[in-house]
């Protein structure tokens, strides 16, 4: 099957998403019932895609000499595709309920509906021209949803996020320029594509403003206030699109510049690569710090999501197929645990109307399962074993140490400070949950706070995504064959 192929799933969902808010649908069940339909089609289609299409790929548009719109299912877009396409359906689900009698909501899921396709377009991308066009898509269309309540707080944090991701892309619009001189109009190429006569120190800045350009959707320091305030956002919201799709995107598109353009023979031992690695690594920490001391529910999932982000760019600058096969697989289980801490967060927000950590107390007992599985998804964000986050994390402890680099072993003390700063933000949760603290149970008097389990649409996916959990921490080899593959250029 032609790669011409993949502008469909890419296009289905912006069309389908658009024509949403001319059609106006307010009945709940029709737009319901349209949205669904739509994303479980382009979840088929992009399956369909990554099992027909071949790596050869296509030019759509041709600029000029280097810089055209091309796209390409290689085994890194096959990987990135797949995560997304599972996640959306259930996300949607869940949205369904969350959003129940939302003003507005046609134009909340239209737009929750295009950004599925703009996210499949950064993963489909053959070349830094083309990632480059979708990663500034994927701003336009979120904004609406980071500032959908449009009171004071959601509008500063859709301006804050433009303002951040905007301006980040205009860092990272010089690396693109410069990255698509010197690969002769050459798409990704495992070990880099950069050929030509060209100033290795020129090079290596412009590395440096492709990291942070493309670090501030993956939230690196000092780039990363906008996510903590983005949490202002409908919890369908931050449970994918800054759990999943957006900061991933940005550890995607850092994967893409590093592995894919640069390669590891231009990059290691060089100062730019030095200085990438030691922000990654004081972010790691610097995070998981903020989330200790934030009281803020959503806002605290947010700081650790920064500090995670940073994980998966610490294994990915280690520069050695280890680090890079661990770094993906970070970013795999790191969604899949993420997804669901913020849905069980906004389940909670959603049943009770409350929003901060002390006013947890007691639920627990009211809202057995949700926090049940909160428990479960916080002990493999730690990195116990028998859950996925224990495998991504021996992953990068692994890759660090082998990599023998004075910064890798700093980044490995790193990654064991913050797993302890991570028992601390998120067991603290289910302590008050299960056992108040202070010994008073504010759900005990239900005249004054109502709390009660979920319904079936919202626990689905919850309980489904906790399960993917388990099941990778007990049975993770296909995946991480799959992933080892990739990491080594194999496939």
Same mark, same amino acid.
């Given at each position: 099957? +032609?790669?011409?192929?993949?502008?469909?799933?890419?296009?289905?969902?912006?069309?389908?998403?658009?024509?949403?808010?001319?059609?106006?649908?307010?009945?709940?069940?029709?737009?319901?019932?349209?949205?669904?339909?739509?994303?479980?089609?382009?979840?088929?289609?992009?399956?369909?895609?990554?099992?027909?299409?071949?790596?050869?790929?296509?030019?759509?548009?041709?600029?000029?000499?280097?810089? +055209?719109?091309?796209?390409?299912?290689?085994?890194?877009?096959?990987?990135?595709?797949?995560?997304?396409?599972?996640?959306?359906?259930?996300?949607?689900?869940?949205?369904?309920?969350?959003?129940?009698?939302?003003?507005?909501?046609? +134009?909340?899921?239209?737009?929750?509906?295009?950004?599925?396709?703009?996210?499949?377009?950064?993963?489909?991308?053959? =070349?830094?021209?083309?990632?480059?066009?979708?990663?500034?898509?994927?701003? $336009?269309?979120?904004?609406?949803?980071?500032?959908?309540?449009?009171?004071?707080?959601?509008?500063?944090?859709?301006?804050?996020?433009?303002?951040?991701?905007?301006?980040?892309? +205009?860092?990272?619009?010089?690396?693109?320029?410069?990255?698509?001189?010197?690969?002769?109009?050459?798409?990704?190429?495992?070990?880099? =594509?950069?050929?030509?006569?060209?100033?290795?120190?020129?090079?290596?800045?412009?590395?440096?403003?492709?990291?942070?350009?493309?670090?501030?959707?993956?939230?690196?320091?000092? #780039?990363?206030?906008? #996510?903590?305030?983005?949490?202002?956002?409908?919890?369908?919201?931050?449970?994918?699109?800054?759990?999943?799709?957006?900061?991933?995107?940005?550890?995607?598109?850092?994967?893409?510049?590093?592995?894919?353009?640069?390669?590891?023979?231009?990059?290691?031992?060089?100062?730019?690569?030095?200085?990438?690695?030691?922000?990654?690594?004081?972010?790691?920490?610097?995070?998981?710090?903020?989330?200790?001391?934030?009281?803020?529910?959503?806002?605290?999932?947010?700081?650790?999501?920064?500090?995670?982000?940073?994980?998966?760019?610490?294994?990915?600058?280690?520069?050695?197929?280890?680090?890079?096969?661990?770094?993906?697989?970070?970013?795999?289980?790191?969604?899949?645990?993420?997804?669901?801490?913020?849905?069980?967060?906004?389940?909670?927000?959603?049943?009770?109307?409350?929003?901060?950590?002390?006013?947890?107390?007691?639920?627990?007992?009211?809202?057995?399962?949700?926090?049940?599985?909160?428990?479960?998804?916080?002990?493999?964000?730690?990195?116990?074993?028998?859950?996925?986050?224990?495998?991504?994390?021996?992953?990068?402890?692994?890759?660090?140490?082998?990599?023998?680099?004075?910064?890798?072993?700093?980044?490995?003390?790193?990654?064991?400070?913050?797993?302890?700063?991570?028992?601390?933000?998120?067991?603290?949760?289910?302590?008050?949950?299960?056992?108040?603290?202070?010994?008073?149970?504010?759900?005990?008097?239900?005249?004054?706070?109502?709390?009660?389990?979920?319904?079936? $649409?919202?626990?689905?996916?919850?309980?489904?995504?906790?399960?993917?959990?388990?099941?990778?921490?007990?049975?993770?080899?296909?995946?991480?064959?799959?992933?080892?593959?990739?990491?080594?250029?194999?496939?």
């Amino acid at each position: 099957m +032609s790669s011409l192929f993949l502008i469909i799933p890419i296009l289905f969902p912006i069309i389908g998403g658009y024509l949403m808010i001319p059609l106006n649908l307010e009945n709940k069940l029709i737009r319901n019932i349209y949205s669904m339909t739509v994303v479980c089609i382009t979840s088929v289609l992009t399956w369909i895609a990554l099992l027909k299409v071949g790596v050869v790929g296509t030019t759509l548009y041709s600029f000029t000499r280097g810089f +055209s719109i091309d796209l390409r299912a290689d085994a890194p877009a096959k990987m990135f595709a797949l995560m997304v396409s599972i996640m959306w359906p259930l996300v949607m689900l869940y949205a369904f309920e969350y959003m129940a009698g939302a003003r507005r909501a046609n +134009s909340f899921f239209a737009f929750y509906v295009m950004t599925y396709g703009v996210t499949l377009g950064v993963a489909f991308a053959a =070349n830094m021209t083309t990632l480059y066009m979708f990663y500034e898509m994927l701003s $336009l269309v979120t904004i609406p949803l980071v500032s959908y309540y449009a009171n004071h707080e959601s509008m500063f944090a859709g301006r804050k996020y433009a303002a951040y991701t905007i301006g980040g892309a +205009s860092l990272a619009f010089f690396a693109v320029v410069m990255t698509s001189i010197y690969n002769g109009a050459g798409n990704f190429l495992y070990g880099g =594509n950069l050929w030509g006569p060209y100033d290795p120190k020129l090079m290596q800045i412009v590395f440096l403003f492709g990291f942070f350009g493309f670090g501030v959707k993956a939230a690196i320091f000092p #780039l990363h206030s906008w #996510l903590p305030t983005a949490s202002v956002a409908p919890t369908p919201v931050t449970a994918l699109l800054h759990a999943v799709a957006v900061v991933n995107s940005g550890v995607f598109a850092i994967v893409r510049l590093a592995w894919y353009t640069y390669g590891p023979d231009v990059l290691q031992g060089t100062l730019a690569l030095k200085i990438a690695q030691a922000f990654a690594i004081f972010t790691i920490v610097y995070a998981a710090g903020l989330a200790v001391k934030e009281r803020h529910f959503k806002r605290r999932l947010a700081c650790s999501t920064i500090s995670n982000l940073s994980y998966m760019l610490f294994g990915v600058l280690l520069m050695t197929p280890e680090g890079l096969e661990a770094g993906l697989l970070h970013m795999i289980f790191h969604g899949i645990i993420k997804i669901t801490l913020f849905m069980c967060a906004g389940a909670f927000m959603h049943e009770t109307i409350k929003s901060y950590v002390f006013e947890i107390n007691g639920v627990g007992r009211k809202m057995p399962v949700t926090f049940a599985t909160y428990t479960i998804s916080s002990l493999s964000l730690i990195g116990i074993p028998g859950l996925c986050g224990f495998i991504s994390k021996f992953h990068l402890v692994m890759s660090g140490l082998g990599a023998g680099t004075a910064l890798a072993h700093i980044g490995c003390a790193a990654l064991m400070i913050a797993a302890f700063l991570c028992a601390i933000y998120t067991l603290t949760v289910t302590v008050r949950a299960f056992f108040p603290m202070d010994g008073t149970d504010r759900y005990e008097n239900t005249d004054e706070y109502v709390a009660k389990e979920v319904n079936a $649409l919202m626990l689905i996916p919850i309980c489904t995504f906790t399960l993917i959990n388990i099941v990778f921490g007990v049975w993770p080899a296909p995946l991480t064959g799959i992933i080892e593959q990739i990491a080594r250029g194999l496939i």
